[in-house]
């Protein structure tokens, strides 16, 4: 059970082990993005525990999903330092999500080419295992997979 406290001004704040186990990310984990400044600094009780805010939930879980997507913690911080500056950076930071959306995009195309190719290999796996016992088949006569347009990769 998570206990969530409310402050004063009826914000809900969070320690680091709840949040730990809300985002599913190891404590240690939400202290080092702090300390490399992808997340924002976290604002800190009388004691000196961290006191996360819903604002600090979104970037940790906005930091989390996109370094599952493959964005590295260089661009990660980059993107936080932008958000931090006091000039108007919104521009910017569309930008690097937008870098980011098209090379999510492409290697999802990927994927799915390499997921159609695993399902048409499973689809006519009996079918071919048939042709190579009989003769049809053999390591000269196969299936040219490299040839089917539906499995070729986008990128050249």
């Known amino acids: 059970m998570i206990v969530v406290l409310i402050g004063k001004a009826g914000n809900l704040i969070m320690n680091s082990k709840q949040v730990s186990e809300i985002m599913d990310l190891p404590v240690a984990t939400l202290r080092y993005y702090e300390k490399i400044g992808v997340i924002p600094p976290i604002g800190r009780d009388k004691n000196g525990y961290r006191d996360y805010r819903p604002n600090d939930l979104n970037w940790i879980f906005l930091t989390k999903c996109l370094k599952q997507a493959g964005l590295s913690l260089k661009l990660l911080k980059e993107f936080a330092d932008l958000n931090q500056k006091d000039e108007d950076t919104s521009e910017e930071r569309k930008d690097i999500l937008r870098e980011q959306l098209d090379d999510l995009n492409d290697k999802l195309d990927e ?46």
């Open 111 to 156: 994927m799915n080419k390499t997921r159609d190719l695993l399902v048409h290999k499973i689809d006519t796996f009996d079918d071919h295992m048939v042709k190579f016992e009989s003769g049809e088949m053999d390591e000269d006569h196969v299936e040219e997979l490299w040839t089917m347009g539906e499995f070729q990769s986008s990128k050249k």
